[in-house]
């Protein structure tokens, strides 16, 4: 099996999404495995467990710290741990928006409400005042403001007739256990994803100025200008005309960009073959360790050489500064 991926759950209380995570890293081909249960409370029950399971704990009472001081004991024991990835199970604390920045987008959490609705507590009381006819749970990552961040994936949860707090809280909690596991696991594994990798490549793209999609020869490609005399600037390839891997292809200034780039890193280059010979390179996107600021760079360099002038020129005028 690969290596897999590195996992801290940070509890308060019983730990029962703790557990479904333990277990659920136990299943076959699990891409992580949890290497560290850590707690702001040294009583919390699910250290009990974690133990039992020979999972390394740690714990730091908050009493007296400020909030500043507490996270950075509770990062430094994370990344001792050699942590890629912290999952927030009932962690009953505010974090600070320097430990949020550090775990950005490697910070996960479950809520039990159907996000956007309902932050923050009760939330089964709320779901059954305003009569609504689901509750659920959601998972997202962590953002600075509370129960906040991009949801990664939500459980409806029917509400019955005679449901009190209590008993939805432990419906809704079933299908915590069986969303958690499963979103962590898609969500460390996005990389290898075709679909996710497409997404992220997409963004860029149309992020930039005057741009839109249009498939070309079967494969999406980006296009700047009009819908008319629009040219393209990148193209997606999986394994697109017999090329390996997945791969965006961008223009470079001419064969000698492209022959520098393909000698500076043959692992992270080819020239495609029948856009190369005009100095197009194909950039890897399924290394594992894809620099997105670095495509997003590529694809705008790409952008400038094809881009009607009028959106160039100011771009142009500060270069001649
Ligand atoms: C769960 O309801 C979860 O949605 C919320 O806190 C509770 C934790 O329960 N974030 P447990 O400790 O995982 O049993």
Aim: with cysteine; proline share 5%; aromatic share 10%.
């Amino acid at each position: 099996m690969p290596d897999r991926v590195k996992v801290a759950v940070l509890i308060s209380g019983r730990g029962s999404n703790m557990a479904a995570l333990i277990y659920a890293a136990k299943t076959n081909d699990c891409p992580y495995e949890i290497i560290l249960v850590a707690s702001n409370d040294p009583q919390a029950a699910g250290l009990i467990l974690a133990e039992a399971e020979g999972i390394a704990t740690f714990s730091h009472p908050h009493k007296g710290l400020s909030r500043k001081e507490h996270d950075q004991i509770m990062h430094d024991a994370i990344t001792q741990a050699g942590a890629d990835y912290i999952t927030l199970a009932g962690y009953m604390r505010i974090l600070s928006d320097d430990f949020v920045s550090k775990w950005q987008d490697h910070m996960l959490n479950i809520h039990p409400s159907l996000l956007p609705k309902y932050k923050g507590l009760d939330t089964y009381q709320r779901a059954l005042d305003a009569s609504d006819s689901h509750a659920g749970c959601s998972v997202h990552l962590v953002t600075p403001e509370l129960d906040d961040g991009p949801v990664l994936a939500q459980t409806k949860v029917a509400i019955l007739p005679n449901d009190t707090a209590e008993i939805l809280a432990d419906r809704v909690l079933i299908a915590e256990h069986q969303l958690y596991p499963a979103t962590l696991a898609q969500y460390v594994t996005r990389e290898a994803d075709p679909n996710w990798i497409l997404d992220q490549v997409r963004i860029r793209a149309l992020a930039l100025e005057e741009t839109y999609e249009r498939p070309s020869f079967g494969t999406p490609g980006w296009r700047v200008g009009s819908e008319k005399t629009g040219k393209y600037f990148a193209y997606f390839s999986q394994r697109h005309f017999g090329e390996i891997g997945t791969s965006v292809f961008v223009k470079t200034s001419g064969l000698d960009e492209q022959g520098a780039l393909l000698d500076a890193d043959p692992d992270l280059y080819f020239a495609p073959k029948f856009y190369g010979k005009s100095g197009w390179i194909a950039i890897r996107l399924d290394t594992g360790r894809t620099d997105w600021d670095h495509i997003a760079d590529s694809l705008t360099k790409s952008w400038r050489m094809v881009a009607p002038k009028r959106l160039t020129r100011i771009m142009d005028i500060a270069d001649d500064f």
